[in-house]
């Protein structure tokens, strides 16, 4: 017998039982003993997004950890009979997706509380749904939602967008935000109400869209014109907050997100999340973007205040070393800063390039200020000179500050002088890739008005991959995307056409990647930029198992088919927070 001391005495066993050896005095338990918390997944494809994309049948999870992956037979012989077993009946299974630029606050708003209408809607169809809303309103009440798509202003005069508005809502203000959530459509009476006349100047990095003739306002305001007003409507109050905020997690969850990043975090919803982690329903991990100089913002003090403390503001599963600065608007707008001047129009000339909305000496403090506390800093910037100075700015905060600062990031880089390319490498930036437009659509059929033959040279995903920069997803939900469904932009990502089947040809297919490239993309790397790839964006021992299973094996279908993916189950530390409705029985 070998007598073996313990805290609480001792106790003796046989040297031959089998499974045990001793080596040196020391007890190894070959296999371990299972505890009341193992779970075994098997009967799997998992595939680890490992350093080598490596596939095995089975996964070990303890407290919420993954303990081993391995064979079957390896895995159930090293945790013995006692282990809960959860056959998986062949299923693909992944690591969960990380959305790393989404507006939850929006979303929910806009599905629980808002009068809505699809991006394809006419004039007409969205004044139709408009004088619905209107006639269950009360008088006088604000009439907010969306999402008006980009083709709007190419078919109609602003001057009769503002009559029709008007007509379906006479007395009732009215604020509708469009597609990529950047720009305003209200009514004369909303115009009253926010005090907005012929002598109204533009603010820094917004437009009021004036008559030619008369110059009074018609209803449309771009970029900070519309994100200041929207700071004048009714606020929501902090219940519809959280509750805007469940709606959205929960829809997440849905499509196999098991960590997101708010792209703009202002205090409002920083509190809605607050209070879902201290009350433990904060179901998935959330990266808090707090906002810098926004317009969206009660004001800049009170961003500084916050900032300035921004570890004592995080929560449980909520992390806040994240800031988010707008650099310019959008490209069908004209309001995207750019290098070369837009295609010449009536209202802005031949010689409009756009304009940043913090000066380039100015961006640079900023972002060294905020590299030295720790933040990693989000850059709104959709043309290639604001892209080109939010990279200068990082420049500015690698020398002042060191080059071993958080990883910044260009938030969209769609538009991409050749010249900057390799410059996120060498500055260890991280290129976002968002919204999922890589593809023929009606949004790149608008910037295409603006820019002519460079719209057509937009997300060189590949040329990125290829030069070393750390490239991430983010849908920028619920700007110009649907829903958050990672697939439709798997799928494009990997054919560069449009996965919705509504616009034919492909953009650039050059710059395509294979699924393994994009899987990646829309995992791990968006754990690597979420600060967070320690713990989660693969399926490997020590790490949360935080993993989705799928109605089919992405490597078994078309590339064309990738959009058709559905999420069967989501898991976020070992705990299932979503699962496909089956359907009830006798219906087809």
């Not at 920083?270 to 904060?282: E, M």
């Not at 050059?510 to 790839?533: C, H, K, M, S």
Request: charged share 20%.
């Amino acid at each position: 017998m070998v007598h073996i001391g313990r805290a609480t005495g001792l106790f003796s066993m046989p040297t031959s039982i089998p499974g045990i050896r001793l080596v040196a005095g020391l007890l190894c338990l070959l296999p371990p003993l299972a505890t009341a918390t193992d779970t075994l997944y098997v009967n799997a494809r998992i595939y680890t997004v490992d350093a080598t994309d490596s596939s095995v049948e089975a996964m070990a999870v303890t407290d919420g950890r993954i303990t081993a992956t391995g064979s079957r037979q390896a895995i159930q012989a090293r945790y013995g009979a006692s282990a809960q077993v959860v056959d998986l009946g062949g299923r693909f299974v992944m690591p969960g997706i990380q959305d790393m630029h989404v507006h939850p606050t929006d979303g929910g708003i806009k599905g629980r509380f808002e009068c809505t209408f699809p991006d394809t809607a006419s004039a007409a169809e969205a004044a139709s749904a408009v004088a619905a809303c209107a006639a269950k309103a009360k008088p006088g009440e604000w009439i907010q939602g969306g999402q008006w798509g980009p083709g709007l202003l190419e078919a109609n005069k602003p001057a009769d967008l503002l009559r029709t508005l008007d007509a379906a809502s006479p007395e009732n203000p009215v604020f509708l935000m469009d597609w990529a959530l950047h720009n305003a459509w209200v009514n004369s009476a909303a115009l009253r109400l926010l005090g907005i006349g012929p002598e109204t100047p533009d603010v820094t990095g917004g437009v009021i869209v004036r008559d030619a003739v008369t110059g009074k306002p018609t209803g449309i305001l771009l970029d900070n014109a519309a994100y200041i007003a929207r700071g004048k409507l009714p606020a929501y109050t902090p219940e519809q907050i959280t509750q805007a905020l469940e709606y959205s997690i929960d829809h997440m969850a849905a499509n196999g997100i098991t960590s997101f990043r708010d792209a703009l975090t202002t205090e409002r919803n920083l509190a809605g999340y607050q209070t879902l982690a201290q009350s433990n329903r904060l179901k998935l991990f959330v990266g808090a973007s707090l906002a810098w100089k926004s317009a969206w913002s009660s004001s800049h003090e009170r961003e500084t205040a916050i900032i300035e403390v921004h570890s004592e503001e995080a929560r449980p599963r909520l992390d806040t070393r994240f800031a988010k600065i707008m650099l310019d608007g959008i490209p069908p707008t004209y309001t995207a800063a750019v290098l070369e001047p837009y295609n010449a129009t009536a209202e802005f000339g031949t010689q409009h390039v756009g304009e940043l909305m913090i000066e380039p000496d100015v961006l640079a403090a900023d972002v060294t200020r905020l590299d030295a506390l720790g933040l990693t800093v989000k850059m709104h910037a959709t043309g290639d000179r604001s892209l080109r100075t939010g990279l200068d700015a990082i420049e500015a905060a690698r020398r002042t500050n060191g080059p071993n600062g958080p990883r910044h990031e260009i938030s969209h880089a769609e538009m991409i002088h050749p010249d900057d390319l390799p410059r996120f490498a060498s500055l260890n930036a991280a290129a976002e890739m968002c919204p999922i437009l890589w593809y023929p659509s009606a949004a790149v059929d608008a910037m295409r008005l603006a820019l002519g033959p460079r719209a057509d040279r937009f997300w060189p995903v590949r040329s990125l991959v290829e030069s070393g920069a750390l490239v991430f997803y983010g849908s920028d939900w619920p700007s110009v995307v649907p829903d958050t469904n990672p697939w439709p932009g798997i799928e494009a990502m990997v054919t560069r056409a449009d996965p919705y089947g509504k616009h034919p040809g492909v953009l650039w297919p050059e710059q395509a990647v294979n699924l393994a490239t994009a899987l990646r993309i829309f995992t791990l790397n968006g754990a690597i930029a979420g600060r967070q790839d320690n713990n989660t964006g693969s399926l490997e021992a020590g790490k949360r198992a935080d993993f989705i299973v799928l109605d089919r094996d992405p490597f078994d279908i078309p590339p064309e088919q990738l959009g058709d993916v559905r999420v069967l189950a989501t898991y976020v530390e070992g705990v299932k927070v979503y699962e496909l409705p089956r359907p009830v029985s006798g219906t087809p």
